[in-house]
């Protein structure tokens, strides 16, 4: 479901120039759970956004669900994207001016989800992510960890095929971590695919395949090991 | 050098009503090492950001280094902690159109030190957290752990008498984990004292005393049962 061949990523604004991905060959399967670790700067996030499609490589070859990325026009990513893909950033990147649940409607809103489904599924979500009570805070009146919570709510909200979640709990004691650890796994039962970056070795430990990114390449890989 | 007494801390934004913290006595001797724990939403970061006076308390006293907070106008306010006291925050606060030498640069140039110590001072720290070869990094030109790694050396640029820090290794691998727990033992011994918030048992493990919030109360703390 996801393929890449020979990935690069090169960010040059002038001044700095840095090769934060230099050659990247990775293929998840469909239901695979894979954790990808690695030192802070490694490169994982900047995967992760080339994964998400919201960034584009600087070479090598990358298909998602089947299709060649760079095909797509920005209408048909985004489309796929949406219905496919949810995705939990580093740093939340919730709507600061709505509350956390007007945050995990917006989905299903683009997705043509009607109002009752919509908002059922957006109260559902964030009961189970232990924030029934605090549906109507914004983000500003939220703590890092129930930011967090909302993210992962928000990425669950079209019940995707594919799960991104890029350090999900690092804000999260160990209590939030695992209830979090359970929504992963139960969408991992249903036949879902996750490719989750954490620094957390419980969590890399719990999937099925560890990646691990060094400089900006793949310097371990279990697939490979098995 | 902090002194809380029957501390309370309402948020009431007229929709939502939140007694976040709901009478904390707390008090931190001058060469302290403590840690802060807690569930996500317990009251941490609020009662950090009481202590590094950047917001006042609904009720309560509170005194640090000596000086009843409530007494001090906004620039002496500002003055003791620019001088004093060193902050993490949670979400690193860094001002993103500088780079990171700038942002470490800044509380230096409040603080009146001399254009060739800044600019050693801002160096060497970065130097230590790892980040020598990203001085001219934009915030967005880098990685979540690196922000994070700035916001660090930042908040040690004035060599503070008390460093407060919201989670300071959550977006961290273990290994730059490790050398920010150096710097911070580093500090303590130099006589230094430390609260720092944090869901990782590792770095608790390493303070002198363990503080654990819940429902904005202090349930446990090793001080009383030593
Ligand atoms: N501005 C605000 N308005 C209303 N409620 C708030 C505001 N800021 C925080 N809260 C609420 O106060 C409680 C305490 O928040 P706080 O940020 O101190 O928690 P925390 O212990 O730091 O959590 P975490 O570990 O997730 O960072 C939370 O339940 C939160 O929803
Ligand atoms: N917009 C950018 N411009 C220039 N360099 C960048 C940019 N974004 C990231 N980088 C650099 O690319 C490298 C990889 O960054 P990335 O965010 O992918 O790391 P990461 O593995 O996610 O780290 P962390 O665990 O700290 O989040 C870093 O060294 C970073 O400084
Ligand atoms: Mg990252
Ligand atoms: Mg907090």
Chains 1, 2 share one sequence.
């Not at 996801?2 to 990935?7: A, E, K, P, R």
């Not at 409607?105 to 009752?116: A, I, N, T, W």
Request: with cysteine; aromatic share 4%.
């Amino acid at each position: 479901i996801i393929h890449m061949d020979g990935i690069t990523k090169v960010y040059d604004t002038g001044k700095v120039k840095v090769e934060a991905l230099r050659g990247i060959d990775l293929s998840v399967q469909k239901g695979e759970f894979v954790a990808i670790v690695g030192p802070s700067g490694s490169g994982k996030s900047t995967l992760m956004n080339l994964i998400g499609c919201l960034d584009t490589p600087t070479g090598g070859q990358f298909d998602l669900a089947g299709e060649a990325v760079a095909g797509l026009d920005r209408d048909q990513l985004a489309d796929v994207r949406n219905r496919r893909v949810g995705f939990i950033f580093q740093n939340f990147n919730l709507l600061p001016q709505i509350s956390a649940f007007e945050n995990v409607e917006m989905p299903m809103l683009f997705g043509g989800v009607s109002k009752r489904e919509r908002r059922e599924r957006a109260c559902e979500l964030l009961e189970r992510v232990g924030l029934g009570n605090r549906m109507d805070h914004k983000p500003t009146e939220l703590s890092g960890g129930q930011m967090q919570r909302v993210a992962i709510a928000r990425a669950l909200a079209m019940n995707p095929d594919i799960l991104l979640a890029d350090e999900p709990t690092g804000n999260l004691d160990s209590a939030s971590g695992g209830d979090i650890m359970t929504l992963f796994k139960n969408l991992w039962e249903q036949g879902g695919t996750l490719v989750v970056v954490t620094h957390d070795m419980a969590l890399a430990n719990r999937a099925g395949r560890v990646v691990e990114i060094r400089d900006g390449l793949i310097v371990r890989d279990t697939a490979n090991a098995a």
